[in-house]
Each structure stands twice: as C-alpha cells, then as structure tokens.
C-alpha cells in the first residue's frame, strides 16, 4: 500500500553537495521512523541518518556535520542533504520506513538511488 521512490542521486566531485528525495504514496499510519542507508560494493547496508516519529535524529559519525535528515508532511517526503561529500560517500542510497499501526508493524524500502563522488 506504501511505495518509496528515491530520487536526485548522480555524480558530483568531491566537496559538492546532493539532495536525495524519497517520495511516499499510499497512505501512512502510525508512528513512524524514517531512515537513509547505504550500500558500498563489498559493504554491508549501513544506517546513515534516522529521524524518529517525534523527531530526534540520528547521524552516522562520519556524516555528522554534513548530511542533514528531514521531513517534510505536506508533501510526503523525506530528504537527506548531503554537503562536502567525499569518495568514501559513493554507495546506492535507500529510503526507509518503519512503524507500527495497530500492533502491526510495517517496514518499506525504496529502490534506492546511486551516488557516485569523484576525487
């Protein structure tokens, strides 16, 4: 019933900065977390940032200071901005929701979008 479709990954040199979107249809209940994982070849998924349903974040510290999670309700989407990207940043990005309606719990992914940063 949800769908998550990242959006706005790409190349960029290093120093420069992206804006991943991750667009939500279908309808949300619940409390909720949103979160950004990555995945390097080779590389298991890692969490990069998380916002919980009452809206603390959380960074991956080699991110702190320079990827920003945010949300915005109105227009169902969830972004990550991402500032002074380095190499070690290229990775496919994913979207992702979790929370729970009614003692149930739902999990969605996005299909992830690819980031790539040249030196």
């Known amino acids: 019933q949800v769908k998550l479709v990242e959006s706005g990954g790409g190349l960029v040199q290093a120093g420069g900065s992206l804006r991943l979107s991750c667009a939500a249809s279908?309808?949300?209940?619940?409390?909720?977390?949103m979160a950004w994982y990555r995945q390097a070849p080779g590389k298991q998924r890692e969490l990069v940032a998380a916002?919980?349903?009452?809206?603390?974040?959380d960074y991956l510290d080699s991110v702190k200071g320079r990827f920003t999670i945010s949300r915005d309700n109105a227009k169902n989407t969830a972004y990550l901005q991402m500032n002074s990207l380095k190499p070690e940043d290229t990775a496919v990005y994913y979207c992702?929701?979790?929370?729970?309606?009614?003692?149930?719990?739902?999990?969605?992914w996005g299909q992830g979008t690819q980031v790539t940063v040249s030196s």
């Open positions: 916002m919980a349903s009452g809206g603390s974040t």
């Open positions: 992702n929701l979790k929370g729970v309606v009614r003692a149930l719990a739902y999990d969605y």
């Open positions: 279908g309808s949300i209940f619940g409390s909720n977390a």
